[in-house]
């Protein structure tokens, strides 16, 4: 389903390992609503802080092996 390269979703050094639906958008080349919906289906487990939805990079990564 996905061809991504999950090598591009590595945090800089010293950056965190939460993306925003923003970044995981744009690295993905898809819409955040497709991600919000992946979200919503249980296949996509964010991180919840306050009001805000981040996915891990670890979550991202296996997103990608299991969605090749």
Do not use: Y
């Not at 090598?7 to 919000?36: F, H, V």
């Not at 919503?40 to 891990?56: A, E, T, W």
């Amino acid at each position: 389903m996905l061809n991504v390269d999950s090598e591009s979703l590595k945090p800089a050094n010293g950056a965190p390992e939460l993306l925003t639906l923003d970044e995981l958008a744009s690295s993905w080349k898809i819409s955040k609503s497709t991600i919000r919906k992946w979200i919503r289906q249980g296949k996509l487990k964010p991180v919840r802080l306050c009001r805000r939805v981040l996915i891990s990079h670890e979550e991202a990564q296996r997103f990608c092996r299991e969605n090749q």
